[in-house]
Structure formats: structure tokens, C-alpha cells
Nanobody
Framework: EVQLVESGGGLVQPGGSLRLSCTAS????????MTWFRQAPGKEREGVSC????????YYADSVKGRFTISRDNAKNTLYLQMNSLKPEDRAMYYC??????????????????????WGQGTQVTVSS
């Protein structure tokens, strides 16, 4: 059984930092590109950041560029998201997702929800003073 388990969410003040983790089991981790999505109440799920199989290519939503950093440790089957300079609008449930992208990973395809075969249950991030 494949499992993606997110952790590291919580309550933080504006300007603060959090580091999210996503630990995978039951799959060959480096066969999958990995992405963080988020969903705020009443809004659609949106892509935050994506990292390629070996970690050599990354993509970011414009809203988080320069503040968030995605990384992965394939030896530990773990995906990370370092979030700095957090803003109230970053408040959301954050999900990690795994996709094979057999037809190619690029600046457009990483945003397509249908490309992802496995999803975690999410971790809540709240940014408030």
C-alpha cells in the first residue's frame, strides 16, 4: 500500500517559517516527481512547487517564488518544503502528491491534478498573529 504522510504544519505568525515533510512508503520514490499542493477554504487546490525525480529541476508558483524551497532526499523517501516569510494568504491545507509524468514534466504539466497518482492526507498551515 502506498502512503504519503505529511507533517510539519502548524500555526505561525506572519513573517515566520515552517518546514513541511512528506514521507513516502510503498513506492519507488525516485520514480516519481513530487509536488506540494495547497487548498484554502472555498478555493481550488493549487500547485505550490514541484521537484523532478532526481531533484535537478524545480517549479514554483509565482506567489511563493523566493520564499519557499522544495527539496527531496531519495535515500529517505522524503519530500520537503521550506516556507519562509509566511503570509496570511499562505494559510491552507498542504498536500504532497506523486506523479510519474511518463509524457514529460514541464512548467505546465506539473500543475495538472490528473497527473498525480498518489496523494497525502494533508497538513494544515495557519499564518496569523
Amino acid at each position: 500500500e502506498v502512503q504519503l504522510v505529511e507533517s510539519g504544519g502548524g500555526l505561525v505568525q506572519p513573517g515566520g517559517s515552517l518546514r513541511l515533510s512528506c514521507t513516502a512508503s510503498g513506492l519507488t520514490f525516485d520514480d516519481y516527481a513530487m509536488t506540494w499542493f495547497r487548498q484554502a477554504p472555498g478555493k481550488e487546490r493549487e500547485g505550490v512547487s514541484c521537484i523532478s525525480w532526481g531533484g535537478g529541476t524545480t517549479y514554483y508558483a509565482d506567489s511563493v517564488k523566493g520564499r519557499f524551497t522544495i527539496s527531496r532526499d531519495n535515500a529517505k523517501n522524503t519530500l520537503y518544503l521550506q516556507m519562509n516569510s509566511l503570509k496570511p494568504e499562505d494559510r491552507a491545507m498542504y498536500y504532497c502528491a506523486a506523479g510519474r509524468f511518463r509524457d514529460g514534466l514541464n512548467g505546465g504539466t506539473w500543475l495538472e491534478l490528473a497527473e498525480y497518482r498518489y496523494w497525502g492526507q494533508g497538513t494544515q498551515v495557519t499564518v496569523s498573529s
